[in-house]
């Protein structure tokens, strides 16, 4: 049987998280390391050490923006952004979840979007997280000045490839 990070380095399916040597770049560019419970840093020493059970049941993991900070400042390359998507997945397929109210929700209408369409429809992504979290008109105003001001298109292209998103989709058994 295989432990934590063993798994975990399996599913990265890349540079080995054993090479980070806790130099902290990684933490000190996250634009979120001031709202998580642990820092990055301490999430890699928790994965090292076996801690399944904390890291996956943290908030730490449903807030990172996937922004790919820490891996252009990382020495050793460790994409980190990928073992959060990593352990993301590990705590749904745990039955665990996440403790931050509609993160999660957030979570399945993105992927939800990215399945339908290879690409992000932000209105019709938005429009699923409303109806599923229930808070549909908190921030109806910023769409709407985002939309008059061109930031906010009505209609995403297609991904023309979707036969490969589909295998993606397929490769990784995400629903």
């Known amino acids: 049987m295989e432990n934590f990070l063993e798994e975990v ?3 990265i399916n890349g540079v080995p998280i054993q090479r ?18 642990y820092n990055i840093n301490k999430v ?3 994965i090292q050490n076996g801690k ?14 996937s922004c790919e900070t820490c891996i252009t400042r990382c020495p050793n390359e460790v994409d980190i952004a990928r073992m959060m998507d990593v352990l993301r997945q590990m705590a749904i397929e745990s039955g665990v979840g996440a ?3 509609n993160i999660l ?13 290879g690409r992000i ?29 061109g930031k906010l298109a009505l209609l995403s292209p297609r991904t023309k490839d979707m036969k490969s998103v589909r295998n993606i989709f397929e490769k990784t058994k995400t629903r």
Not at 52 to 65: A, G, K, Q
Not at 122 to 149: H, Q, R, W
């Open 9 to 11: 380095n399996k599913k």
């Open 20 to 37: 980070c040597y806790h130099c902290r770049k990684c933490t000190a560019g996250c634009p979120m390391s001031s709202h998580m419970e």
């Open 44 to 46: 890699i020493k928790m």
């Open 52 to 65: 399944r059970d904390e890291v996956l049941n943290s908030s730490t993991i449903w807030l990172c923006l």
């Open 99 to 101: 403790r931050e109210k």
């Open 105 to 117: 929700t957030f979570h399945e209408a993105f992927l939800s979007g990215m399945k339908s369409g």
């Open 121 to 149: 429809n932000e209105p019709m992504m938005m429009v699923k997280y409303k109806l599923k979290s229930g808070d549909y008109l908190a921030d109806a105003m910023l769409g709407l000045d985002m939309f008059k001001k």
